[in-house]
């Protein structure tokens, strides 16, 4: 999944970093790695619960919020991603 790819680039790549955190949708758009369309709703919206479900690793995801990227903060991370594993499927 390209969102593992894009998780794991932020750690290493300060400058991708900073562009996610400038201007995400200009951002996702000049990325090398292509996201499906419910990949980048799901991205630009901070749902790291529809994420998981897809089969992002919660570990690289984890990123995102230690960053803050996306609006997402430690709390709000934790909180989403707890509602998907809790939530039935549907």
Known sequence: ISVNHLCRDITRDPELRQA???DPQEALARYPRKFT???RTALLNGDVGTLYRMGVNAYW???LARYG???LTVHSYSERV???VKAPPG
């Open 37 to 39: 369309e419910g990949e």
């Open 20 to 22: 996610l955190l400038h």
């Open 61 to 63: 995801m984890g990123y």
């Open 82 to 84: 707890r509602a998907s």
């Open 69 to 71: 990227i996306f609006g």
